[in-house]
């Protein structure tokens, strides 16, 4: 037989099996578009924006529907409804953690954001124990933070005024901070490797963020073999993870149980506590991995959101004025800001909260997934099924924020000026999986604008009606667009 006759027989097959796959058990999920074979919805979803495919998306098939990438099934939340009644009134059902290839594939199965099952509840409520230990929402790390606060400040002032990028120093200030907390260590400000550590997170984020990554993630049988961004995230997380490992061969050495300095002595503590567990999941690898979702989510997220903050507050000056107003009324112009006075800051705290809202730093959360078969809403959904959850549809939903795509810091004040807290507010996300690090997160962005606002006014280099604050991608993350602006002492 003629091997082109073959060939288009085989890939007929093929197509016929592919599509008796995809719609073998559908009726019990979800309503959605029709899938193609192999590629499925891609073609429906927007790679450069996928959050406003599926909010267009749910218009027309509700708040619950089923998209695949490739071949597999994921089940999209759009809306408060239904996102709360899966995060919270079911979290254990939707605790999983979802297909997310390269995450996988770059922690293999160990760490804290891409485990499942025992190990993930086992290393996170270890991780959740040891941040608390080491103060995590107590004095002793809000004087760490102030500390670093004051050295951010120096940095700042060594700018002389003159107009500067500030991704780096914010970056450096975070980054030092969570470095205390692992490893115990803390960067000037112009040391390389530091600066090695932030040009990579940077680059990571940005990649990840990325129209590639998210082809990627689709079909990562297909794409592992081809040359790609995604390799630069591979080489730059192996650079993370052997800095840490030195570390962990440096804390061995010098390890004392009755008086652990950090994440690593303590990790290195319940290693030698559990090393007879039949179930051994506090091993090398684990803490390696785990160390660096630390890393990279405490650096990245924090300094990427007080960039994008700055921002807004150069395109609202208005607003930036009040904010330093109730500074000078509540703190002065001396005194270090505490965490005790954000209580007495309701329009200071309401910004915080917006900018987060505004921004809505990762749109659509690490992918869930389903941890045994479930119905919900009248629809079966099976064991293992990942679970979308679109973040942007929470925080920027009209009947909770009203103009929601307007920052505007009265989202968080009721009518007499006093600070209003939302069910909405899913920055951190929500559930089993909400942030390990939200404590630690919020006081950062407290004390560290706080004490910038305290000590400069912020000028910025063009009009600030002309200063666009569009991300400059809409993938896994918003990355705020690049900007220069002056830090004025007063």
């Given at each position: 037989?003629?091997?082109?006759?073959?060939?288009?027989?085989?890939?007929?097959?093929?197509?016929?099996?592919?599509?008796?796959?995809?719609?073998?058990?559908?009726?019990?999920l979800p309503p959605g578009p029709t899938p193609l074979p192999f590629i499925g919805n891609i073609f429906q979803?927007?790679?450069?924006?996928?959050?406003?495919?599926?909010?267009?998306?749910?218009?027309?098939?509700?708040?619950?529907?089923?998209?695949?990438?490739?071949?597999?099934?994921?089940?999209?939340?759009?809306?408060?409804?239904?996102?709360?009644?899966?995060?919270?009134?079911?979290?254990?059902?939707?605790?999983?953690?979802?297909?997310?290839?390269?995450?996988?594939?770059?922690?293999?199965?160990?760490?804290?954001?891409?485990?499942?099952?025992?190990?993930?509840?086992?290393?996170?409520?270890?991780?959740?124990?040891?941040?608390?230990?080491?103060?995590?929402?107590?004095?002793?790390?809000?004087?760490?933070?102030?500390?670093?606060?004051?050295?951010?400040?120096?940095?700042?002032?060594?700018?002389?005024?003159?107009?500067?990028?500030?991704?780096?120093?914010?970056?450096?200030?975070?980054?030092?901070?969570?470095?205390?907390?692992?490893?115990?260590?803390?960067?000037?400000?112009?040391?390389?490797?530091?600066?090695?550590?932030?040009?990579?997170?940077?680059?990571?984020?940005?990649?990840?963020?990325?129209?590639?990554?998210?082809?990627?993630?689709?079909?990562?049988?297909?794409?592992?073999?081809?040359?790609?961004?995604?390799?630069?995230?591979?080489?730059?997380?192996?650079?993370?993870?052997?800095?840490?490992?030195?570390?962990?061969?440096?804390?061995?050495?010098?390890?004392?149980?009755?008086?652990?300095?950090?994440?690593?002595?303590?990790?290195?503590?319940?290693?030698?506590?559990?090393?007879?567990?039949?179930?051994?999941?506090?091993?090398?690898?684990?803490?390696?991995?785990?160390?660096?979702?630390?890393?990279?989510?405490?650096?990245?997220?924090?300094?990427?959101?007080?960039?994008?903050?700055?921002?807004?507050?150069?395109?609202?000056?208005?607003?930036?004025?009040?904010?330093?107003?109730?500074?000078?009324?509540?703190?002065?112009?001396?005194?270090?800001?505490?965490?005790?006075?954000?209580?007495?800051?309701?329009?200071?705290?309401?910004?915080?909260?917006?900018?987060?809202?505004?921004?809505?730093?990762?749109?659509?959360?690490?992918?869930?997934?389903?941890?045994?078969?479930?119905?919900?809403?009248?629809?079966?959904?099976?064991?293992?099924?990942?679970?979308?959850?679109?973040?942007?549809?929470v925080l920027h939903d009209d009947r909770e924020y009203p103009n929601p795509e307007i920052f505007d810091p009265?989202?968080?004040?009721?009518?007499?000026?006093?600070?209003?807290?939302?069910?909405?507010?899913?920055?951190?996300?929500?559930?089993?999986r909400i942030c390990v690090g939200e404590g630690l997160a919020r006081m950062e962005l407290f004390l560290f604008?706080?004490?910038?606002?305290?000590?400069?006014?912020?000028?910025?280099?063009?009009?600030?009606?002309?200063?666009?604050?569009?991300?400059?991608?809409?993938?896994?993350?918003?990355?705020?667009?690049?900007?220069?602006?002056?830090?004025?002492?007063?």
């Amino acid at each position: 037989m003629d091997p082109v006759v073959v060939l288009v027989l085989c890939l007929s097959c093929w197509l016929l099996f592919s599509l008796r796959k995809q719609s073998s058990g559908k009726g019990k999920l979800p309503p959605g578009p029709t899938p193609l074979p192999f590629i499925g919805n891609i073609f429906q979803v927007d790679v450069k924006d996928i959050g406003k495919s599926l909010s267009n998306l749910s218009k027309a098939y509700g708040p619950v529907f089923t998209l695949y990438f490739g071949t597999k099934p994921t089940v999209v939340l759009h809306g408060y409804e239904a996102v709360k009644e899966a995060l919270i009134d079911m979290g254990e059902e939707f605790s999983a953690r979802g297909n997310f290839p390269i995450g996988e594939k770059l922690n293999k199965g160990h760490g804290l954001l891409f485990t499942n099952g025992n190990r993930w509840k086992e290393i996170r409520r270890f991780s959740l124990m040891t941040l608390r230990n080491l103060g995590m929402g107590k004095s002793d790390l809000e004087s760490r933070v102030q500390e670093e606060a004051c050295h951010l400040v120096e940095e700042l002032r060594k700018t002389n005024a003159l107009p500067c990028d500030p991704t780096l120093i914010l970056g450096s200030a975070s980054c030092n901070v969570i470095c205390s907390v692992i490893f115990q260590n803390c960067f000037d400000y112009t040391d390389q490797t530091l600066i090695g550590f932030l040009k990579r997170l940077n680059e990571n984020f940005r990649i990840l963020s990325s129209p590639w990554i998210q082809v990627y993630n689709s079909f990562p049988a297909l794409l592992d073999y081809l040359p790609g961004s995604h390799n630069t995230i591979y080489k730059n997380s192996v650079f993370v993870k052997n800095y840490i490992l030195e570390k962990i061969k440096e804390h061995q050495e010098s390890l004392d149980i009755n008086n652990p300095r950090d994440f690593i002595d303590y990790f290195l503590m319940k290693m030698g506590q559990e090393k007879y567990n039949e179930q051994l999941e506090f091993t090398s690898e684990n803490l390696i991995n785990s160390a660096a979702d630390l890393f990279a989510a405490g650096t990245g997220t924090t300094s990427t959101t007080l960039r994008y903050g700055l921002l807004l507050l150069l395109k609202h000056p208005k607003i930036t004025a009040k904010v330093q107003e109730e500074i000078d009324h509540v703190i002065g112009r001396h005194q270090t800001p505490c965490m005790q006075d954000r209580s007495r800051m309701p329009y200071t705290n309401a910004v915080l909260h917006e900018i987060q809202r505004y921004i809505d730093l990762v749109p659509n959360n690490l992918p869930h997934a389903v941890t045994r078969d479930i119905k919900f809403r009248n629809y079966v959904i099976p064991k293992g099924t990942t679970i979308l959850i679109s973040l942007t549809s929470v925080l920027h939903d009209d009947r909770e924020y009203p103009n929601p795509e307007i920052f505007d810091p009265a989202h968080f004040l009721d009518d007499s000026g006093n600070f209003k807290k939302s069910d909405h507010f899913m920055a951190f996300s929500a559930g089993k999986r909400i942030c390990v690090g939200e404590g630690l997160a919020r006081m950062e962005l407290f004390l560290f604008l706080t004490t910038i606002l305290q000590k400069f006014t912020l000028k910025s280099l063009v009009d600030p009606k002309d200063i666009d604050t569009t991300p400059i991608t809409s993938g896994f993350g918003h990355i705020p667009p690049p900007y220069q602006l002056c830090f004025i002492p007063m």
